[in-house]
């Protein structure tokens, strides 16, 4: 069973950026660069981070991920259709869309305002209750201890977005 | 006042095993493999991972706790019978048992089924808002740095289950 | 646009602890103390860490914070009143303050009393879903791979209170 075509079409196109400096010692560090299709998107970034803990040849160590955005997050866990829409209905019902929510009410607000500024009061929310801004999972002997169903999904709780995400590996 | 018996009785039996290949060097990660009881058991892990700190003699570092599972996470809180029948409490509230998960809907779902496939569909949702998937304790001269109130807990999210975590000195 | 004047009203007094004995090597932490003024209240220690990042002139590896408290967590977002208000109001819904918590219920409890017992319920169950015990962060080149809108909260999820965290730079 299993159906490795819609799991392969959860990953998304990305750039990956090395950030550090010839000169810098230590921990790598890049920044992936993609851009998201919709609210709820669950983006597969597990064989692109695999690969990445593969070529480093750290043999002990961690990787940890970290999003730098407001209304974004890591989950960590299957990848399966029912699953994700599961956890889009759970979300309406615990911090709903169809909510008066301060953040957007653009007659009250004074800090931050920008020119082309989204109504994402629901998803900035979310995104301090679900998920986590960061993730570190360890690595021994070269391989990431990833379980068996594990999958490590970049959560896009706002809209379409140019998003990014760094990856760091600690030796 | 206080109940040791109580808060002793959430200790699970486990079995320590060492991951790290003799050849390897830098940090040191074990894995604690362990069985459930049942939905929603806070299994109290504090005195191992103490001792597991003390052994190690990291003078300063870290302590990355990691669950390879989808159903189950780590939460820092209070070895309290009272907090722990809330917290079962308000997550039925919040993500209900009984409720449609197309998840568990083996009439649609097609990816990932398995001859033995538990009916989960909420712990997986559970998983993805509660808790955490990792946690990372500072420890200081070879101290680990958890508030006086803090215990460290596997949680349970689905039915009885074989477990495992890993926990790794970071140096 | 933007109201500086309000950002800033989010910052606390604190004082910066060194835990280090001078003879510990390795990595740097230190302890962040400082009173809560009320519930739901946003804790922003950005610029302290910022400088304290700075200051450790470390090139590549990341920031850990720590909270050792049962009812605080930290969570990275936007400094703007209506998001943090429907943070409260959102969490209001979620884990209401009217309800009953059987850690509050005194003629029933017998493990953890203290003199001082505060009634606290709701803001362990909070603990455990919002937020986060632990946030690691990376360092790049001697900065701090914070996101244009990001600023590290610590939140209260009790009532005034002394508190304080941990700040580690792991390199």
Same mark, same amino acid.
């Given at each position: 069973m299993g159906n490795n075509n819609k799991v392969t079409s959860r990953e998304v196109d990305s750039k990956v950026i090395d950030l550090? $400096? $010839?000169a810098s010692a230590g921990n790598r560090t890049v920044a992936v660069h993609f851009t998201t299709e919709h609210n709820n998107q669950f983006c597969d970034f597990t064989d692109l981070l695999l690969q990445y803990v593969k070529e480093s040849k750290v043999s002990n160590g961690s990787l940890n991920l970290y999003t730098p955005h407001t209304t974004t997050c890591f989950i960590i866990n299957e990848a399966e259709t029912g699953y994700i829409n599961d956890f889009h209905s759970s979300i309406e019902d615990i911090i709903p869309s169809e909510k008066y929510y301060e953040h957007d009410d653009w007659d009250k607000r004074t800090e931050?305002?920008?020119? =082309?500024?989204?109504?994402?009061g629901r998803s900035q929310v979310r995104a301090s209750i679900v998920g986590s801004t960061n993730v570190t999972i360890p690595i021994v002997d070269s391989e &990431? &201890? &990833?379980?068996?169903w594990q999958r490590i999904f970049f959560v896009? &709780? =706002?809209? $379409?977005r140019d998003r990014r995400f760094f990856a760091q590996i600690i030796k």
């Amino acid at each position: 069973m299993g159906n490795n075509n819609k799991v392969t079409s959860r990953e998304v196109d990305s750039k990956v950026i090395d950030l550090n $400096s $010839s000169a810098s010692a230590g921990n790598r560090t890049v920044a992936v660069h993609f851009t998201t299709e919709h609210n709820n998107q669950f983006c597969d970034f597990t064989d692109l981070l695999l690969q990445y803990v593969k070529e480093s040849k750290v043999s002990n160590g961690s990787l940890n991920l970290y999003t730098p955005h407001t209304t974004t997050c890591f989950i960590i866990n299957e990848a399966e259709t029912g699953y994700i829409n599961d956890f889009h209905s759970s979300i309406e019902d615990i911090i709903p869309s169809e909510k008066y929510y301060e953040h957007d009410d653009w007659d009250k607000r004074t800090e931050n305002m920008q020119e =082309d500024e989204f109504k994402n009061g629901r998803s900035q929310v979310r995104a301090s209750i679900v998920g986590s801004t960061n993730v570190t999972i360890p690595i021994v002997d070269s391989e &990431l &201890l &990833l379980g068996r169903w594990q999958r490590i999904f970049f959560v896009e &709780l =706002d809209c $379409s977005r140019d998003r990014r995400f760094f990856a760091q590996i600690i030796k």
